[in-house]
């Protein structure tokens, strides 16, 4: 059932992903080029020289925001398996079908908003000097 779930949603990327149009080059992306993963942070403490008060702040950021994570999962596996089986009969009611979707999109909404919102509180804690090394290091390693 859990594969079948998974399936179902990774077919609906698929499906809206390809509706956009096809681009020769990926684009950039803004957002990631300004905000930095908390796993580039924690691999690179020492090398941008995190203080034991921005590790200590970071620490309990990436706690709550980890139990928030955990709870929206529970709700996305919970509002998915209820629009599958929405979408099983052989006649199905499309706005019931939509309105679950809505739910399902809503808590995507939220887990997104939830990562950005940590990146972002994470950001303003570091020195404009320790976001420039991480900028270099994310170069030098292509990404992250």
Known sequence: MKTGIWALF????????????????????PMGENLFPP????????????????????????????????????????????????LKPNAVEEQQVLAQLDKVLNIEREIKRTQIGLMVRIKNKLTPEQQARL??????????
């Open 39 to 86: 796993e580039l942070i924690m691999q690179n403490q020492q090398v941008i020289g995190l203080e034991e008060a921005q590790k200590t702040f970071i620490r309990t950021e990436i706690s709550k925001a980890q139990n928030h994570f955990t709870e929206l999962q529970w709700q996305l596996q919970d509002s998915m398996e209820t629009l599958v089986s929405l």
């Open 135 to 144: 900028r270099e290091l994310r170069a030098k390693t292509g990404g992250s």
């Open 10 to 29: 990774t077919g609906l990327l698929l499906l809206c992903s390809s509706a956009w149009p096809q681009q020769a080059h990926p684009p950039q992306d």
